[in-house]
């Protein structure tokens, strides 16, 4: 360990020997000179040259605006993709777009009609005289009490709660289709058959999966419209480092040797881009 020591502070030694310039002229190596002094060697005043020359750099041609492709996609994905090129990455985000709005508006439709179809059957077959009949004659007939499985009051006016319960709720709703048999009355509950129901039951269900298809279409629609913006601005943010690297605007450490006011200046100098 000792003789290693040894080796290494003989190895520096030399090396400070031989290795680096005389000790006159180490008044040469000095730090980079700050701006305020660089100016005054130059002579140049604060608010003209250097500052017009740091202005002009910062204007590099062929470099777009990422807030743009950011917008334009947003509005509609793809169209950012074009303003950043190459025109082929717009393709994907465009047809996605369709492909939603397609799904959506194909499936919205025949979801509609097929709530009209289950709506209008509900309307032909299902009796609401005849169901409120049967509530009474239960309360007549069990202490002005209804049983537990009646758990929901049929609405007065025929919403979007009144179709869906009617289709739901057998037990209690039952008695109010005009194909029931086999109900036994001592039960105090629907416990009979009737075919209309669960055939409305059906067209409900087929219903409801083509309402959710369309709403996935949407989705997708409304995902494309999240991703496809950030994608474009990574495609402009891609481009103007290109445009950056190019021009020698780029990440970059430079080392400078230069004549200022008749001395010898090393310039070290490292950029690093904050855009």
Known sequence: MRMRMMAMLLFMGLLL???RPKAVHAA????????????????VDAGSDLDAQSEAKSVVPGKKNIGRALLFSLVLPGTGQLYAGPWWRAIPWVAIEAVGWGVFAVYQKKGNDK??????????????????????????????TLPDNFTHELPSERTQQYYEMIGKYIEQFGFGWD???????????????????????????????????????????????????????????????????????GHYLRY???MINGADTRLLTLRIPLN
């Open 256 to 258: 400078d040797r230069r």
């Open 115 to 144: 709530m009209n179809e289950f709506e209008d059957f509900a309307d032909t077959h299902f009796d609401t005289a005849r169901y409120w009949n049967q509530v009474r004659w239960i309360l007549e007939n069990n202490n002005n």
């Open 179 to 249: 194909d029931t048999t086999g109900d036994d009355p001592a039960t105090l509950y629907f416990d009979g058959t009737t075919a209309n129901f669960f055939y409305y039951a059906d067209m409900r269900g087929e219903a409801n999966d083509l309402l959710h298809t369309a709403n996935v279409g949407m989705e997708v629609v409304l995902v494309n419209h999240i991703i496809s913006p950030l994608e474009a601005a990574f495609l402009v943010r891609s481009h103007n480092r290109r445009v950056d690297k190019e021009a020698g605007l």
């Open 28 to 43: 040469e190596w000095e730090f980079s000179p700050t701006r305020p002094e660089l100016m005054q060697r130059l002579g």
């Open 17 to 19: 020997a031989f290795g």
